[in-house]
T-cell receptor, first 109, second 114 residues
Framework: RKEVEQDPGPFNVPEGATVAFNCTYS??????FFWYRQDCRKEPKLLMS???SGNEDGRFTAQLNRASQYISLLIRDSKLSDSATYLC??????????FGSGTRLLVRP | DAGVIQSPRHEVTEMGQEVTLRCKPI?????LFWYRQTMMRGLELLIY????????DSGMPEDRFSAKMPNASFSTLKIQPSEPRDSAVYFC????????????FGPGTRLTVL
């Protein structure tokens, strides 16, 4: 079993829709998580950090459920420019980043 | 400010050849990371350096891979001899510190080994 698992998608949604995707992790001792965004043929870039139960940044909300060992990312009022792959990342006990394989989002006009 | 710089951006080589990937981290960042991304395995950490010293190379796949950081502004990842299964995108990243400091990724080197 992978340490960080994500639905590869793609999630195909119309502009303005709300979309959410989950990420599950296997190590219950994990403390910190992140969401990275990766555009096609580009490098990953940090989108949000998820340190406690979750946090919000504009249209983006990340939540952490430790009991069920999953993290979610909610995008409201999706824009065409949100089309990308979203990587769920766990920080391990030695502060190394463990990446999921990503969930692809396509926002259509 | 310039971000992380990697060269070459694309490399096509034949099996058995030596490949050298280069990275210049963001000035002032004392951590440098090498990652590899493939469809099958996603993004994986290969090795990281702190103040030019290799700290953890447990992700390096085998002895054909080696990495050096001769100074604070330059690192190389070398594959010798290269094999088709080494085909991937190799990213270099740097950060100002360890732990929760954000890692900034370079644009990557897309390697194809024929």
């Amino acid at each position: 079993r992978k340490e960080v698992e994500q639905d590869p998608g793609p999630f195909n949604v119309p502009e303005g829709a709300t979309v959410a995707f989950n990420c599950t992790y296997s190590n219950s001792a994990s403390q910190s998580f992140f969401w990275y965004r990766q555009d096609c043929r580009k490098e990953p870039k940090l989108l949000m950090s998820v340190y406690s139960s979750g946090n919000e940044d504009g249209r983006f909300t990340a939540q952490l459920n430790r009991a069920s060992q999953y993290i979610s990312l909610l995008i409201r009022d999706s824009k065409l420019s949100d089309s990308a792959t979203y990587l769920c990342v766990r920080m391990d006990s030695s502060y190394k980043l463990i990446f999921g394989s990503g969930t692809r989002l396509l926002v259509r006009p | 400010d310039a971000g992380v710089i990697q060269s070459p951006r694309h490399e096509v080589t034949e099996m058995g050849q030596e490949v050298t990937l280069r990275c210049k981290p963001i000035s002032g960042h004392d951590y440098l990371f090498w990652y590899r991304q493939t469809m099958m395995r996603g993004l994986e950490l290969l090795i990281y350096f702190n103040n030019n010293v290799p700290i953890d190379d447990s992700g390096m796949p085998e002895d054909r891979f080696s990495a050096k950081m001769p100074n604070a502004s330059f690192s190389t990842l070398k594959i010798q001899p290269s094999e088709p299964r080494d085909s991937a995108v190799y990213f270099c990243a740097s950060s100002e510190g360890w732990g929760y400091n954000e890692q900034f990724f370079g644009p990557g080197t897309r390697l194809t080994v024929l």
